[in-house]
């Protein structure tokens, strides 16, 4: 059984910086995909950034250049680092998980969320001025 918990979120200012946890435990972090999605109230949620079982990772235009995903294979960690944070980027982000390699993210570079199986409950991320 997989279980994800996020860590890490908070409140900062308009161009400050954070960095989100997700912690795993199960089998094999190794032959999952992992992503982070995000959501805001009365929207849909939305990928943000995933990491393929080969290293591909994939990132949304909206958070190029600002967020960068990493783990700690040793510790089944995934990282998620942001900075230059923007007010659109408040949300409350999801840890998510699945077996397997994932070809909408090796071959179409997408995220998909009805192609992940398993979630954390979420940490808020609020970016104010």
């Known amino acids: 059984q997989v279980q994800l918990v996020e860590s890490g979120g908070d409140s900062v200012q308009i161009g400050g910086s954070l960095t989100l946890s997700c912690s795993f435990s199960?089998?094999?972090?190794?032959?999952?995909?992992m992503a982070w999605f995000r959501q805001v109230p009365g929207k849909e949620r939305q990928g943000v950034a995933a990491i393929d079982t080969d290293g591909t990772t994939v990132y949304i235009d909206s958070v190029k250049g600002r967020f960068t995903l990493s783990q700690d294979n040793a510790k089944n960690i995934l990282y998620l680092k942001m900075n230059n944070l923007k007010p659109e980027d408040t949300a409350i982000y999801y840890c998510?998980?699945?077996?397997?390699?994932?070809?909408?993210?090796?071959?179409?570079?997408?995220?998909?969320?009805?192609?992940?199986?398993?979630w954390g409950q979420g940490t808020q991320v609020t970016v104010s001025s």
């Open positions: 998510a998980a699945q077996g397997g390699t994932l070809t909408s993210i090796q071959a179409l570079g997408l995220i998909y969320e009805s192609e992940f199986g398993y």
């Open positions: 199960g089998v094999r972090y190794s032959s999952y995909s």
